[in-house]
């Protein structure tokens, strides 16, 4: 998973600094930047957050794209130049750089095509894979974009400078989200409508699934290349997106109010008593505020985000996720002694975070904890782009949720439905194939059914992957 921004319109570099920042929340491992300029395409990357770029404050561009990335192909970064987006390809029709969020599920026999054996990740397979086409159609952007989402399977949210143009498109199925925005002076596009909300932007839609747009000093193109059923992340509403986003229509905060209303109706038809209600913040405070409403309960902040500790999902490995996890909440004990709480989360994947709250709570006396998770059981990985993509990941694999109450030492634990989850989110098409195992793309189902065998190594699953 990554964040990826485009703007096309004269801007001075510094100013790109805060929509990348807006964009932290989907990617803390590496930053990177590229623009147009005299001399040709820039590029600059980083690890980390943006504030570590060195960007010159007097420097202006037409058209820049950016990325905040999170391994799910290719390794943590280890190698800045290598691993880390924006990634450049040469073409006789000029230069092409490029950043993406997605996952390539059929990575593997793309290489294959390109003839490359060594690669630092999937984009920078789709930066050559379009260089090629490029080359081939003599720099027809439309058609190279058109033949490539025949090759490609998996999920891409793209945004590339071409010359001095800005192109983005956005897979047939929609998978990742992809948004455009324009002021007087500016186009803009980005993963999530959160990151140029401060500039106020006239005009906002979400880039179409299979739409092409390209960008430039004559106007804006759309063609719309490929029409196939929409299969947008469910993920995205349940955790990955910031809350004022509004993804595919929906704004991520409502979306998350009404799994709190639905998961409210499940405790009291289970008859599940609590003294209070909390969340573990911040994902699931609309959810768990909405089920204290309804529930006739207190809402309390239990649980102090520690915000000197990172964003605990996408930390690169298990070890630095379970050293985290312990150090991420401060517990305001006045409220828990002696009382029975109601503890809300967004999911649950490797449990790794819900054991640990649960022994914090218990450890500062609470009675009872009951926990209420947003999201359906997640019993299988994702190959488009969440970082859950083997088995033996996953908490809830092959286990009931009696199992994983005792794993976790809940006194309760009461999931989303799937069924309750789509109405929640009120899209008629959505890629829940973590919760149901129907994968949406061919090679989604093909390497699931080769992590079902065991023939898809852990340390690879089937990218390389050295953490
Ligand atoms: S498998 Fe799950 S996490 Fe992956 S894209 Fe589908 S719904 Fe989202």
Redesign the pocket.
Known sequence: MCGVIGIFGRISLKDIVTPLQLLTHRGQDATGLAWASSDGIKTQKCFGYVDNLKIDEHETTDVCIGATRYPTAGASVLHIEKFSQPYTAQTPYGMLCLTHNGNIANMMQIAERLGMQEFGNDTELIAHLLADLLSKNKGDMAESVSQMMLMLDG?YSITCIFNDKLVVFRDPKG?RPLFLAKTNTHVMTASETVCFQLENPEYIRDVEPGELIIIGKDGMVSKKLRTEKN?H????YVYFSHPTSTVDGRNVYDVRIRLGEKLAKQIMRKGIKADMVACVPETSRPAAQKMAEMLGLPFRDILIRNWHVDRTFIMKDQKTREVYASRKYLVNDYFLKGRKVLIVDDSIVRGTTSKKIIELLRNHGAEEVHLAITCPPIISP?????DFATYKELAAHGKSVEAIREMINADSLTYQTIDDLKEAIGLPD??????TKE?PTPYGAVLNRLAEDGRLSDEGRHYQHTD
């Open positions: 999920s998978i299969y992340c469910m993920f995205e994702c190959y488009y782009g969440i959505l890629c829940t194939a973590c919760l994968y």
